[in-house]
């Protein structure tokens, strides 16, 4: 069972839009990553966060907002979203001092045309 | 700031081929070090780890990795490669005061051909 899920894997919005990335995970870590991979870039963190309630801002968090309402779920927002978000979103949780064992979704594709 | 390289882009190789893939990061204080395989349409996987101990650790599937504080690295080693290792690999530092932040490298890509 996967242990890490994303919803929708694939998502079509429109410059302006409001667009909600969901993830869940059942590993009962603290804490929760979202990424985004672009090629020539590699992954970049957006936000992450250390529980419920908390939410912390990563290397490119403009034009993004993030959401951990429980320890299970956290969410990454696109208030407007623009056509240079296009790209491929991943959720990762973790555990551990250093974070540095962290278990990824599946990813999700969005394109802003 | 930790900072993670890997110097190769893309990778080919046949299927039998031994291969070692590239690491080497930036960082003065104790430092976690981990690979990550990613493939085509996937997330990434965690394939192994490192912390303090034998410099070599072993993963899944006949990966294992050297640790080098002399040459700040941490290459990833297979002795027989199959066409199903193909993928991209990325190598990921992490430090204690991180915030629980991973730090990738940019990947590199394998390529098996049979």
């Known amino acids: 069972e996967a242990a890490v899920t994303q919803s929708p894997r694939n998502k079509v919005a429109v410059t302006g839009g409001k667009v909600t990335l969901s993830c869940n995970q059942t590993?009962?870590?603290?804490?929760m990553y979202w990424y985004r991979q672009d090629t020539g870039h590699g992954l970049r963190l957006i936000h992450y966060s250390y529980g419920a309630g908390s939410t912390e801002k990563g290397d490119i968090p403009d034009g993004y907002k993030a959401s951990r309402p429980s320890q299970e779920n956290f969410s990454l927002i696109l208030e407007l979203a623009t056509p240079s978000q296009t790209s491929v979103y991943f959720c990762a949780s973790g555990e551990g001092g250093g974070g540095w064992e962290q278990y990824f979704g599946p990813g999700t594709r969005l394109t802003v045309l | 700031t930790q900072t993670v390289s890997q110097s190769d882009a893309h990778v080919t190789v046949f299927e039998g081929d031994s291969v070692e893939l590239r690491c080497n990061y930036s960082?003065?204080?104790?430092?976690?070090l981990s690979w990550y395989i990613q493939h085509h349409g996937h997330g990434l996987q965690f394939l192994l780890k490192?912390?303090?101990?034998?410099?070599v650790v072993q993963g899944v599937n006949g990966f294992e990795a050297e640790f080098s504080k002399s040459d700040s690295s941490f290459h990833l080693r297979k002795a027989s490669v199959h066409w199903s290792d193909s993928a991209v690999y990325f190598c990921?530092?992490?430090?204690?005061?991180?915030?629980?932040?991973?730090?990738f490298g940019d990947g590199t890509q394998l390529v098996v051909k049979p």
């Open positions: 960082y003065g204080g104790s430092i976690y």
């Open positions: 590993n009962n870590h603290n804490n």
């Open positions: 490192y912390y303090s101990g034998n410099p």
């Open positions: 990921a530092v992490s430090a204690g005061n991180s915030n629980n932040r991973i730090f």
